[in-house]
């Protein structure tokens, strides 16, 4: 499957959490642990958020992450207070940039880790329900990009938690008009550059691996002189597909069918409860 991360906490360079810890993301694409695939070579992108842009810049490149020498350099020049990566392994579509995440659309980025089962078979009763007026955006083939699509069609940028319910909803009905037992695998992560929200869902109860940082305070307790802590703050927050350094405490695994939001330092957890959408207006 991927691996993904998002940061926010105060500008550091995208380096400190992509390229520098013991198994950091880059690592992760090449040596992943908690993954259904050790190698994620299919691609990787980054997006961040920059003070004087409304909208977020992206990084995106089909070649495999650990191999990218203008991703290290551009790592060590980049700092920004909030930030998403993605390392891929391709379930079934292409291997080509429109399909790297993250997927982007005005201030909002989105990655995903998992998988619409049957995607070939229920994509155009998926793609129907996206709205006329987003329809035109789409540039990939990945079944990851028309889920965002349709969290953007039932008000991602007003209601994030119920359109990211509604999307899960259609897609386990129209999995299940097909047949498919188990239609959805994910954990997904949203951003506006204001708040981050992440979801660990699965149809069948067994989702891929997602956990969130405790406490940067606790971090730099017992590293009171890494620079990387120090720059972070102590409210900066991490969620990740896997942990970035082994060391016990730090990381809390975030349960089954749970949404958690985090903003200014503030971690709210959820249970998670796909709906279906009102398609009649």
Do not use: K
């Amino acid at each position: 499957m991927c691996r993904w991360l998002a940061y926010s906490g105060r500008s550091v360079p995208l380096e400190a959490v992509l390229f520098q810890p013991e198994h950091s993301l880059i690592d992760q694409s090449l040596n992943s642990r908690l993954g259904h695939t050790t190698t994620n070579g299919d691609g990787f992108g980054v997006g961040w958020y920059g003070r004087q842009s409304e909208v977020p810049f992206r990084y995106r490149c089909l070649h495999p992450a650990w191999s990218d020498t203008n991703l290290r350099e551009a790592a060590r020049a980049v700092r920004a207070p909030l930030f998403v990566a993605h390392v891929r392994a391709a379930t079934g579509t292409p291997t080509q940039e429109t399909n790297c995440h993250p997927f982007r659309f005005g201030r909002w980025l989105f990655v995903h880790n998992g998988l619409i089962r049957e995607f070939p078979l229920i994509r155009r009763d998926l793609m129907m329900a996206v709205s006329p007026q987003l329809f035109r955006w789409i540039e990939g083939s990945t079944d990851s990009e028309i889920m965002f699509f349709l969290a953007l069609t039932f008000g991602l940028e007003r209601d994030p938690r119920g359109a990211l319910e509604q999307m899960a909803g259609l897609i386990e009905e129209v999995g299940h008009r097909y047949n498919v037992e188990h239609p959805l695998n994910m954990t997904v992560c949203v951003t506006d550059g204001q708040q981050v929200v992440a979801v660990r869902y699965s149809s069948e109860a067994d989702s891929r691996s997602l956990f969130h940082s405790t406490s940067f305070r606790q971090l730099r307790a017992l590293y009171p002189d890494d620079p990387r802590i120090i720059a972070a703050g102590d409210d900066a927050f991490l969620v990740l597909s896997e942990p970035l350094i082994d060391v016990q405490g730090v990381w809390q695994e975030i349960p089954e069918a749970t949404i958690l939001t985090a903003r200014d330092g503030v971690i709210d957890h959820g249970r998670f409860r796909p709906r279906m959408p009102d398609l009649s207006t």
